[in-house]
Structures are given as structure tokens and as C-alpha cells.
T-cell receptor
């Protein structure tokens, strides 16, 4: 199935530090998306990177994609307490709904 | 983008009863989805609901337990029937952007309905 596997499962950092989360997947993709979920509520779409892109930026977010290694990374720079959340990577290859993995639980300590 | 609201935001129900969750979108969308998130777990897709057709259920989910309605392009309901404590979860509605009738890029999510079954 098209499901990403996030690593690490949990990450704890100090406010102001950078947070890096990794994602691996198994199938061919058209794009890969990152979502954030705060406190078990609704998910927020963060960024989408297409298969022909290698890097993309959005504010404090930087996403990389290596289709040869079937991997992606999400970097959050200068983290804030409000970044505390679960982060999910979702590979998208075809005509199917999004399938979510276990995510990375990020804790940013003030 | 799409703005999605869900009702109720939370509920506490007795076992054996049923609860209907409503999902309202501020724009017309073809693809709507219902997910479940059990405590401490990730999201699991329950079904895809397209207007004018029967919902498509994922493995492990059946229509008798989770009947879905999709009367128009902006609204859907999910009913959790004959509830047991194992149904205690957050239920999330999600939509695919636009009415192109095919999977595009981004899915948008409602705030979720937190259900507790006693």
C-alpha cells in the first residue's frame, strides 16, 4: 500500500533547535505530502512535493525528496512550542485516498 | 482550499446506541472520505463517499456498522451503529480539493468528532 513510514517515532527538542523527520516509502509516487496533527484533532496539510522536485521550502519548513531512495525528509527550523504535534508523510501515486502511517510525535520544549 | 465543519465535536454515548456525525464543506467537492483514529493510533480510512453512488468501504469496515450518506456535493453523514466501547475514537471527515471527479493533490480534514462509548 502507499503508506509512508516516519522515523523517528518520537522526537523531543528544545525551542529554537531544528527538527528533522524522515520518511520512507515503497511504491512509485506522483507526489509526497506532509501533514501535521495537533492534540489528536484535525490534520493540516503542510507541504506537497512532486516526484520531479528534489527540494521545497515553505516558511520554516524544508522538504526534500529522493525518489531513487524512496525517501523524504521534513526539516523545521527554529522550532517553537506551537510546533509540538504529530507529523505524517503521505506518498501519493495514483487514484487512491491518503493512507497514513504512525507519524512522528514532535515535542518542542520551551 | 476547503473549510470543513463536523457535528458534534464530541459525544459520550451508551453501548448499543447509534450516533450520526455530520460533515459540511464550504465548497462543492466530489471526493469525501471518513477516517477513524483510535486512541494513540494513526488514521484509518473507513470509506470513500462520492455523491450519487454507494460508499466504498475499506477492508474491515461494513455498511451495516458504518452507514454513510452523501446527498449532495457539500454534505455527508457517517453513522456509527450499535456502538461498543471499541468504537471510541476520533472520526474525521476529509475532502479532496475541487470537483474534478478525480484524485488531485491535497486532502483537507475536518476538526474531528471525539466519540466515547461507555
Amino acid at each position: 500500500s502507499q503508506q509512508g513510514e516516519e522515523d523517528p517515532q518520537a522526537l523531543s527538542i528544545q525551542e529554537g533547535e531544528n527538527a528533522t523527520m524522515n520518511c520512507s516509502y515503497k511504491t512509485s509516487i506522483n507526489n509526497l505530502q506532509w501533514y501535521r496533527q495537533n492534540s489528536g484533532r484535525g490534520l493540516v496539510h503542510l507541504i506537497l512535493i512532486r516526484s520531479n522536485e528534489r527540494e521545497k521550502h515553505s516558511g520554516r519548513l524544508r522538504v526534500t525528496l529522493d525518489t531513487s531512495k524512496k525517501s523524504s525528509s521534513l526539516l523545521i527550523t527554529a522550532s517553537r512550542a506551537a510546533d509540538t504535534a504529530s507529523y505524517f508523510c503521505v506518498p501519493r501515486g495514483g487514484n487512491t485516498p491518503l493512507v497514513f502511517g504512525k507519524g512522528t510525535r514532535l515535542s518542542v520544549i520551551a | 482550499s476547503a473549510v470543513i465543519s463536523q457535528k458534534p465535536s464530541r459525544d459520550i454515548c451508551q453501548r448499543g446506541t447509534s450516533l450520526t456525525i455530520q460533515c459540511q464543506v464550504d465548497s462543492q467537492v466530489t471526493m469525501m472520505f471518513w477516517y477513524r483514529q483510535q486512541p494513540g493510533q494513526s488514521l484509518t480510512l473507513i470509506a470513500t463517499a462520492n455523491q450519487g453512488s454507494e460508499a466504498t468501504y475499506e477492508s474491515g469496515f461494513v455498511i451495516d456498522k458504518f452507514p454513510i450518506s452523501r446527498p449532495n456535493l457539500t454534505f455527508s453523514t457517517l453513522t456509527v451503529s450499535n456502538m461498543s466501547p471499541e468504537d471510541s475514537s476520533i472520526y474525521l471527515c476529509s475532502v479532496e480539493s475541487g470537483i474534478a471527479g478525480y484524485f488531485t493533490d491535497t486532502q483537507y480534514f475536518g476538526p474531528g468528532t471525539r466519540l466515547t462509548v461507555l
